[in-house]
């Protein structure tokens, strides 16, 4: 082994155990929301759990602006790159606020439909949740920023104080208010702001004065903009719909009062997916910074390793301890939950190591292959669908684990088949490299 990559090695664990210290804490916090579940109606917190799930979606489209961002600063060489790059998140900002203000018209106009379809207890909710979801879509993209300058210290931070304010202000409210679905996405949204003011303030880019916050909407180039933006949040997006849709579904067709033993199963054996972040987070920039600079690197090779290990280490935890994790946050009725935390953490598996190969082939510019995976969010979709109705019929009068497992399976088989799809076009992209490798010599 070389000098130079025992040390990008080291650099390696180095920023990617602050990030995942920084993420396991701020997730942690985030995660720590789910203790005031007991303080909360069963019907409350089977809403709060639809509305965090929900945000996830919100802010797909801001994962492919993460991505873009983080390859413009990676790829950034002057002066002149900090302040296209500052324009043109001025830009997206002005085009987001726009955008809101017309969804909130349309919200106001189809509140019943809302409330019904969604079994909230109030629109309030939604429009809380619809407002931290503007935090939400532009947070991301200042992320990205510090991503691609591997600013990894200040990231870490952000991502920290994420769920810590999310953790204190619902803390708050819950005691000077009341446990409600409302006032937990209040919180949320107020976590979500106080991380955007701290990224953006340490992202290092150059101010603008406001005159130009209005120009930079025209100087923007937005096909190029358009052209790196759909594949990357088609790509980025599709590990968190294939980690998200499902409780969406679930809170659409079973029993509302049932839906919150399955969110709460959910969101531990989703966590798998929240600790890989970190890794592939610090990945991302150097494979970008390696392919630019066409030096090689074997980073791929060991994020996969250590994502492995991670997972392993997750299924037999699981296995052997599945009411550990819901004795801690929830209350006893919650441990019925408990045989679906294997099934669920073991359905994450392919979806965890599915993440590092998507990063890498968006960090490669590979971008044909994203609609390989987009193919396979849709079916996964369809069969949720399909089959969830008549499952949900199974648990019409109690909580009925086999019918919630059948959900899980499906879960299980679609990852599965996108984990296979990524590792098709890894394999691909691969044998285009050393073709091109070899015509240029």
């Not at 949320?188 to 953006?200: E, N, R, T």
């Not at 130009?212 to 190029?224: H, I, P, T, Y």
């Not at 088609?234 to 579904?249: P, Q, R, T």
């Not at 109705?389 to 959900?407: D, H, M, R, S, W």
Request: net charge positive; proline share 4%; with cysteine.
């Amino acid at each position: 082994m070389s000098e130079a990559s025992t040390e990008s090695k080291t650099a390696f664990l180095r920023q990617s155990g602050w990030m995942s210290a920084a993420t396991a804490l701020g997730g942690t916090t985030s995660y720590a929301v789910h203790l005031f579940a007991k303080d909360m109606p069963d019907t409350e917190y089977g809403a709060f759990t639809t509305m965090l799930q929900l945000l996830n979606l919100i802010a797909i489209p801001a994962i492919g602006l993460q991505a873009v961002f983080a390859i413009k600063a990676a790829e950034r060489k002057t002066e002149a790159d900090d302040f296209r790059i500052a324009r043109e998140q001025f830009g997206i900002i002005m085009v987001v606020l726009a955008v809101m203000l017309v969804v909130f018209g349309l919200i106001y106009l189809n509140q019943t439909t809302i409330v019904t379809s969604l079994k909230l207890p109030s629109i309030q909710v939604f429009v809380i949740t619809l407002t931290a979801g503007i935090f939400a879509l532009l947070l991301p993209m200042v992320y990205g920023v510090l991503q691609g300058k591997q600013y990894f210290l200040w990231l870490g931070w952000a991502t920290l104080s994420l769920g810590a304010v999310r953790l204190a202000a619902l803390f708050g409210l819950f005691k000077l208010r009341d446990p409600s679905a409302l006032y937990g996405m209040l919180a949320v949204g107020l976590g979500f702001a106080f991380a955007f003011g701290l990224a953006i303030s340490r992202a290092g880019l150059p101010k603008l004065h406001p005159i130009e916050w209005l120009s930079s909407v025209k100087r923007v180039d937005w096909r190029e903009l358009t052209r790196q933006f759909i594949p990357l949040s088609v790509g980025a997006g599709a590990v968190i719909y294939m980690m998200s849709v499902d409780m969406v579904i679930v809170q659409r067709f079973f029993n509302e009062k049932q839906t919150g033993f399955y969110a709460a199963a959910g969101m531990i054996g989703r966590a798998l997916i929240f600790f890989v972040g970190p890794m592939v987070a610090v990945m991302f920039p150097k494979i970008v910074r390696s392919r630019a600079e066409q030096k090689p690197t074997d980073i791929l090779k060991f994020t996969i390793l250590l994502t492995g290990g991670l997972c392993v280490t997750a299924v037999t935890l699981g296995i052997l301890l599945p009411e550990l994790p819901l004795r801690i946050i929830y209350d006893e009725p919650y441990l019925k939950a408990a045989p679906l935390i294997p099934w669920f953490i073991a359905a994450m598996v392919p979806l965890a190591l599915a993440a590092v190969l998507v990063n890498n082939l968006l960090a490669q510019k590979y971008y044909h292959s994203v609609y390989g995976l987009a193919g396979v969010c849709l079916a996964y979709t369809f069969a949720l669908w399909h089959f969830a109705p008549k499952l949900a019929e199974q648990t019409a009068a109690e909580f009925n684990v086999l019918a919630y497992i059948g959900v899980v399976k499906i879960i299980g088989l679609s990852n599965l088949t996108f984990l296979g799809v990524a590792g098709l076009f890894t394999y691909l992209c691969q044998k285009s490299q050393v073709i091109d490798a070899e015509e240029g010599h």
